[in-house]
């Protein structure tokens, strides 16, 4: 069954204080991980999609990577607004489903 | 903004009576996917509509739930004899045919009292 854990579930962080989120998946037939970011009482904001292993993305102070079993989104240098959860999702290749599978999510919370 | 829209972003309703969620997609997007979420968890899929085709609905999707697209356009989804358990945020998602990547909506958050 595909599944996706995300680790940790919450990470406090100083300002500057780099640090990485984890993904871990299994999924049947990847075809494409995605990485969102949520603000509280808002819908998921796209951030990245990786499609294959080696692959990695940046923007700003993120850069997501990915290999065969897992990804992780590396946070450089943070500031308070990178505070938010941080969903992954995969999508699997079986089919034409339009189907994501989300992690539960990591809540990140940068202090000044 | 062009963004995907809901409406309502907030609904009340007492457990037993019916309510409907609607979703306007990105203009260019013919796919279109409804989710759930509930405090603490990412988001699980419900349904998705390939212009106006119904492609796929989640086991969690019970005879309860409903969802439509009648031109390919915006969706609605309408949830019958509501139960405490329904009480959510429900999250519509678009992209294009060929784009793998979905972008949500603000939400709808559902309180069945």
């Known amino acids: 069954e595909d599944q996706v854990t995300q680790s940790p579930e919450a990470l406090r962080l100083q300002e500057g204080e780099s640090s990485s989120l984890n993904c871990s998946y299994t999924v049947s037939g990847l075809r494409g991980l995605f990485w969102y970011r949520q603000d509280p009482g808002k819908g998921p904001e796209f951030l990245f999609t990786?499609?294959?292993a080696g692959e990695e993305k940046e923007k700003e102070r993120l850069k997501a990577t990915l290999t065969k079993k897992e990804s992780f989104l590396h946070i450089t240098a943070p500031k308070p607004e990178d505070s938010a959860t941080y969903l992954c999702a995969v999508r699997h290749g079986s089919g034409n489903t339009g189907k994501l599978i989300f992690g539960q999510g990591t809540t990140l919370q940068v202090k000044p | 903004d062009t963004g995907v829209s809901q409406d309502p972003r907030h609904k009340i309703t007492k457990r037993g009576q019916n309510v409907t969620f609607r979703c306007d997609p990105i203009?260019?997007?013919?796919?279109l996917y409804w989710y759930r979420q509930t405090l603490g968890q990412g988001p699980e899929f419900l349904t998705y509509f390939q212009n106006e085709a119904q492609l796929e609905k989640s086991r969690l999707l019970s005879d309860r739930f409903s969802a439509e697209r009648p031109k390919g356009s915006f969706s609605t989804l309408e949830i019958q004899r509501t139960e405490q358990g329904d009480s959510a945020m429900y999250l519509c998602?678009?992209?294009?045919?060929?784009?793998?990547?979905?972008?949500f909506g603000p939400g709808t958050r559902l309180t069945v009292t």
């Open positions: 203009s260019e997007h013919n796919r």
């Open positions: 990786l499609y294959s």
């Open positions: 998602a678009s992209s294009t045919n060929a784009g793998y990547e979905q972008y």
